[in-house]
């Protein structure tokens, strides 16, 4: 639940703020492999997701992007920022 996305973030908020920093500087494929280590601790983060999806985005990986929406979308199917979200991702797969 909620209280274990918290948890997550909370353990991994040094590496979150390392992937952060990573993505803002343009170290794409560090962030990458930071957000990889946050996803072992919890896949379906939102804040986790949305960090992953920029990274992607930002290292020209727009399939990994989709992808990774799209599960987040079949595990929160009304959460309109994801469809929003994968609906921009679509757009990086057309272009």
């Known amino acids: 639940g909620a209280a274990a ?17 990573a993505l ?9 492999m930071a957000v990889e280590k946050l996803f072992r601790l919890d896949p379906l983060n939102l804040q986790f997701i949305r960090l ?13 992007a989709v992808q990774t929406l799209e599960m987040a979308r079949d595990h929160y199917p009304r959460n309109i920022p994801i469809i929003n979200w994968l609906g921009n991702g679509h757009g990086w797969l057309a272009t």
């Not at 803002?24 to 990458?32: P, V």
């Open 5 to 21: 996305h918290w948890m997550a973030l909370l353990a991994g908020l040094g590496v979150y703020l390392q992937a952060a920093a």
């Open 24 to 32: 803002k500087s343009g170290k794409n494929a560090q962030a990458l």
């Open 52 to 64: 992953f999806v920029q990274a992607a985005a930002s290292a020209d990986l727009p399939e990994a």
